[in-house]
Structure formats: structure tokens, C-alpha cells
């Protein structure tokens, strides 16, 4: 952050809410990006092991363990993830929609823009033979081959994989299995190639909903199969990136080698050689001392426990605070036949899972090269399957899916609608056979014939707590007080809010709890609604609650104030058209709330927005219930 401006802060009341300004960051202009663009419509301190041992990812002394784990430690929330819009408007699935599917034959180019330079990128497949395509068959009685952690393998499984790697990149360019055309892959379900069957004028896009996880699960299942075809090894498994642990927080080495085909030269170099930042992807390790400053910074190694811990709440944050249903895990719902971008409980409107808008952004931001425009290979959807490193850290992505599956709650499993399971894909497979896979091919990595290797998940032993008690801040005799003395600032806001430079405090009233007999099943939320931004825009923002508002340090994921963050990373849209994108986040407060002791007798909840990256403009901001 930015050192700290002691100004007067600003209060603006409306009828549920009011608004102020905060001095994290310096004051700069509040330019609407409206003036710019049109909007689019449409702590933990056991000591971990670096050891593990091939097997199921979740073996009887995990799942052991989680049992034993108290319901208080395993709250389920979110943070950073999002609930569909529809279920707060109508049941989406009372409409008549069809699953997505992707037109083969109107395959076109993909589009990369940045506002000011625009290229066209070829993506689609090889010309398909025969004009035939197979139905996609789980294998049957097969051997269940273990991904390894990448930092663990050693050097004969190296050899192997590099082999392989090697003679995917050496096949004919025209082969729909050569590394190139497996990479495009990637750039063509998320860069606008495809429209979808029935409706070409929809572009189909896997990102920012229920599409992510089942596409890239056998995106990366098919990259495998290759690679096991290529060097005769039907058991062959690819390494994960195990970003989640300390022990694998830094790029693995194997991928920095500039002589192995492992290799990929557009990256951050340097990040190669430290610990990943999982909320945001910049890296924090500074310098150690700076005497001009007067004092001694932190030293590298204690800024290295700093960044481990703060990862392992991100996780914790996104995986078992922020994940209760499959809405918040896997993201909104994607739903092709959509006949009027005005119909809210059809347009598909893009809002990803817990995981996707978090640490698989963030890793994404942190081996990105620094390359503007385009931010090539991993810092780009369109270019971030060219990086061997990308199948790795997807990989870890899909396991996240797995272990997700295994925690604790009633309400961690899968959507069970037709729409979703219909929902198809397009691969080649190891004999160059165009395959189509349906969404409920793939709920099972067991049933596709691998798991994970079994590491330690130290996450789980990272539950936020309280900054420090802060008895009346928004509660009680003491609220009307304090927003009495915020309500004399002299800067006046309001909606719709540019998030650019300056941290915003805004009050929101609390509506009253629904009378239901299954209150288990209503999750207080904090729908942040109308966020617009460039799609092509790297953004990032942090979002807490009742935070201490005259601490200058905004919080962090450590903190049980801190409720999640919205991050985008560019993904491209049709050259010259409106780039703007709108949508909208849905954090879950339920377990915070709890955490900080706030009763449901309080009316209001102070949140407070802290600009990491980019700017937004935020429509409206309220308190919801949803089930």
C-alpha cells in the first residue's frame, strides 16, 4: 500500500447506507470510467511437512482428521467467490435453456483487445477427419495413476516428462496433439472462437462460471493421455503445482530450466524465485533494510513467513470459510438458449467460483510476463496454455475440486441440473479422435483413472481471527456516535462508486432475517451489484467488514474481517466492440459475522473496498439473504 494521507474522510448518508472515504492510498481524481468507456449490458503455527507419500489424495488419516476437525474451525462461507444473480431474482432453470455447446463448424478467430491495440489470433482446431465425432467414454477397471507434487518428483520421472514434452512439441503442425494446437485449445474457449450450437451470435466462454472446473479437468485429462501415448505409458501422470503449501509456493524448479522444453521465456522473471502471492500476485519480498526510511524493514525471511501465512488464509478464505454450496465454489450458472440481454435470469452473466476469482487468478498474474499489452504467455487467457507451467498450476486447480468435495457441509456437492451435466466440450484425444465430453463425464477424477498425490493441506489449520476487539464499532449505543462523526466530512459521493486509487467505507443496512424454519439454510450476503470494468483490464480489489476505520493498514486475509476480493484477468472480446463488462459479487457473511461477534440485533455493517489493481465503478452495494 501506499504510505498513509491524514485528511479529513467523507460521509455521505443515503437511505441504507453511507459512504466514506479512506486514506490508505493517495488521493487522486475520481473519473467515472463512464467519461472513458460505455458500460457493456449485458495462522497457522504447526510446522509442515514437506514430505508425502504416493497414494489417494484423500486417505483415511485426512479424511480422519477432517472429522475430527471442530464444526466451529470448518465454518463454511466466502470469500472472493460468488452466488448466481438469478437466485436472488427467479429460478434460472424454470426458463427454457439448453446446455452450452460449441459450434465446431462456425469456429472463428479468437480476439485479444486492449482498448488501444487489437490482434486476431487463429485458435481452432485442425480440420476434423471424417466429419466424425466420438462420444466420450470413461476407461473401465483401469489402474488409477497418482499426479505427483511438481517439487517432489525425481529425476527419472524429469526425464520421462520431458521426453514427452518434448515429442508433443516436435509433432507435425497440423496434428491436433502437437503442443501448439493443444495450447490454442485454451485460447479458443476463452477468447470468443466458438459461438454456441443453436445460437451464433453467443460466444461461448468457459471462465467466470460453472463451465471452469469440468473444462479444464479434461482439458488437462486429454494433455495427459498425449503425453502418455507420446513415450508408451498408458499410466503416465502429469505433476501439480502445489501452490497451496508452503513447500511449493515458489515456481517448481523443474519448469526453470532454459534448456528444457519445460521451459517457457515468457514469464516474470522475478518471480522465478519467490514465494507466490495468492491473494493478489505480486510478490512482497522487498528489500531488507531501507535507512532512509529510519527503520529497519522486515528481513527477507520474515517477510517469507509473512507471505506463507497470508497464503494459507487465502486459502483457508476461499476453500472452507468461503465455499458452502456449489454456487460459491464452482460460480455462477452459464446457460445457452438466452433470447434478451435484458432478462436477467438468462444472460449469461460471468461471475466465477471461490478458487477461479482467487488463487488461480492470482498464480496467473505472478508468472505472467511483464510484457504490455498483452501480458503473454500466463498473464493472458489467450496465450497462458504455451507455458508448460500452466497445465501444472491447473492441475492443482482440479485438485482443489477434489479436496473441496471432502470437507465438511451438506452443501458441498456438485449441481445436479440437467443444464450443467448436458453442458459438452470438444477435445482430441491420444489417437487423434475428436472427442465430445459432457459435464457429468468428469465429477469424479477416480472414474477418469487419477488422483492426487497425498501432501499436507496445512489451510486447514488457518482459520482468520479478529484484528483485535473493537467493542461498539457499528453495534449498538455507540453506532449512532460514530456515524454522527463521519456524517461531518465534507466530501460527498455517490453511486455510482469509482474504485481506482482511494479505499471506500461505506455503512450498509442490514434487512431483517426471513422467518423460515430451516434458518441453517439462509446465508447472509453482500452483494456488491453492477461492477463495471474493461474486460481487458488487469483488476483487484479487497473487501472487509467492521474494520477498525482509524487503523491506516487495511486488513488482510489473516483478518476475520477480511470477507473476499474481486480480481479479472484481460480475457479478450470481439476487436473493436464495447469492452466493458458488468457483473456482479456475492459475499457470504454468515461465518465472519459469527467470527467478529456481531449479533443479528445490528443494523448496519460497515464495509470497506481497498483498490489493489485497475478501477471499477460499483452500481449499488446492499445486504441480502440467500439460500
Not at 78 to 100: C, E, H, K, N, W
Not at 269 to 293: A, M, R, T, Y
Not at 433 to 438: D, E, G, I, L, Y
Request: proline share 7%; hydrophobic share 35%; aromatic share 10%.
Amino acid at each position: 500500500m501506499g504510505s498513509t494521507v491524514n485528511s479529513p474522510s467523507t460521509l455521505l448518508t443515503l437511505p441504507n447506507f453511507s459512504i466514506q472515504t479512506s486514506t490508505f492510498l493517495p488521493k487522486t481524481s475520481q473519473r467515472s470510467i463512464f467519461q472513458k468507456k460505455k458500460p457493456f449490458n449485458f495462522n497457522s503455527k504447526t510446522v509442515v511437512s514437506c514430505k508425502a507419500s504416493n497414494g489417494k489424495q484423500n486417505d483415511a488419516d485426512h479424511t480422519s482428521f477432517l472429522n475430527r476437525f471442530d464444526r466451529r474451525d470448518i465454518l463454511l462461507g466466502l470469500g472472493g467467490g460468488l452466488y448466481g444473480a438469478t437466485s436472488l431474482v427467479r429460478d434460472p432453470f424454470a426458463l427454457a435453456v439448453v446446455p452450452i455447446e460449441p459450434e465446431l463448424s462456425s469456429c472463428g478467430e479468437s480476439t485479444v483487445d486492449t482498448g488501444k491495440t487489437c490482434m486476431n489470433v487463429p485458435c481452432c482446431p485442425p480440420e476434423l477427419k471424417d466429419s466424425k465425432i466420438i462420444d466420450f467414454e470413461p476407461p473401465l477397471g483401469c489402474k488409477i495413476r497418482y499426479r505427483p507434487a511438481a517439487h517432489l518428483v525425481d529425476r527419472d520421472y524429469l526425464y520421462k516428462f520431458e521426453l514427452a514434452m518434448e515429442r508433443m512439441k516436435a509433432l507435425p503442425v497440423d496434428d491436433p496433439r502437437n503442443f501448439m494446437q493443444q495450447a490454442n485449445i485454451h485460447c479458443a474457449y476463452c477468447n470468443g472462437a466458438y459461438s454456441q450450437v443453436g445460437f451464433p451470435d453467443q460466444k461461448l466462454e468457459v471462465h467466470y462460471s460453472w463451465l471452469f472446473f469440468p473444462f479444464h479437468r479434461m482439458y488437462l485429462y486429454f494433455f495427459e493421455r498425449i503425453l502418455g501415448k507420446l513415450i508408451g505409458d498408458p499410466d503416465f501422470a502429469m505433476p501439480f503445482w502445489n501452490w497451496d503449501s508452503p513447500c511449493g509456493m515458489t515456481m517448481p524448479q523443474i519448469y526453470l530450466d532454459p534448456y528444457s522444453p519445460l521451459y517457457d521465456e515468457n514469464r516474470n522473471l522475478e518471480h522465478q524465485h519467490v514465494l507466490v502471492n495468492l491473494n493478489d500476485g505480486k510478490s512482497v519480498i522487498k528489500q531488507e533494510k531501507n535507512e532512509e526510511d529510519g527503520f529497519d524493514k522486515l528481513t527477507k525471511r520474515e517477510q517469507e513467513r509473512e507471505q506463507i501465512k497470508s497464503n494459507l488464509y487465502v486459502m483457508y478464505q476461499q476453500m472452507v470459510r468461503s465455499a458452502k454450496t456449489a454456487s460459491c465454489f464452482h460460480g455462477a450458472a452459464y446457460l445457452g438458449g438466452c433470447v434478451s440481454e435484458t432478462d436477467i435470469g438468462c444472460t449469461p452473466e460471468p461471475r466465477g467460483g471461490t478458487i477461479e476469482n482467487g488463487a488461480h487468478i492470482a498464480v496467473h498474474k505472478f508468472v505472467g510476463a511483464k510484457n504490455p499489452p498483452y501480458n503473454e504467455d500466463m498473464g493472458n487467457f489467450y496465450s497462458a496454455g504455451r507455458d508448460p507451467l500452466f497445465y501444472a498450476h491447473h492441475g492443482n486447480v482440479d485438485r482443489m475440486w477434489n479436496i473441496w468435495k471432502t470437507l465438511q457441509g451438506k452443501k458441498r456437492r456438485d449441481f445436479d441440473q440437467d443444464v450443467w451435466l448436458n453442458s459438452s466440450f470438444l477435445f482430441y484425444d491420444e489417437n487423434a479422435n475428436m472427442v465430445r465430453v459432457k459435464v457429468r463425464d468428469c465429477l469424479d477424477s477416480k472414474t477418469l483413472g487419477y488422483d492426487y498425490q497425498s501432501v499436507d493441506i496445512p489451510w486447514l489449520r488457518s482459520k482468520p481471527t479478529p484484528r483485535r476487539s473493537r467493542p461498539g464499532v457499528g453495534r449498538g449505543q455507540d453506532q449512532g456516535q460514530d456515524v454522527l462523526a463521519r456524517r461531518k466530512s465534507k466530501y460527498l459521493r455517490r453511486f455510482p462508486i469509482v474504485l481506482d486509487k482511494v479505499a471506500v467505507r461505506i455503512e450498509i443496512l442490514r434487512p431483517k432475517k426471513p422467518i423460515n424454519k430451516k434458518k441453517d439454510d439462509k446465508e447472509e450476503v453482500l452483494v456488491l451489484q453492477n461492477i463495471q470494468l474493461d474486460r481487458n483490464d488487469s483488476v483487484q480489489f479487497d473487501v472487509s467488514i467492521n474494520d477498525d476505520e482509524d487503523d491506516d493498514n487495511p486488513c488482510k486475509p489473516e483478518d476475520a474481517e477480511f470477507v473476499g476480493s474481486f480480481s479479472n484477468l484481460p480475457h479478450g472480446d470481439d476487436c473493436h466492440s464495447e469492452a466493458m463488462l458488468s457483473t456482479n459479487l456475492y459475499l457470504p457473511l454468515s461465518d465472519a459475522l459469527e467470527d467478529l461477534k456481531i449479533p443479528s440485533e445490528d443494523r448496519f455493517i460497515v464495509v470497506t473496498l481497498v483498490p489493489k489493481e485497475g478501477e471499477v465503478s460499483i452500481g449499488n452495494i446492499k445486504i441480502d439473504y440467500v439460500c
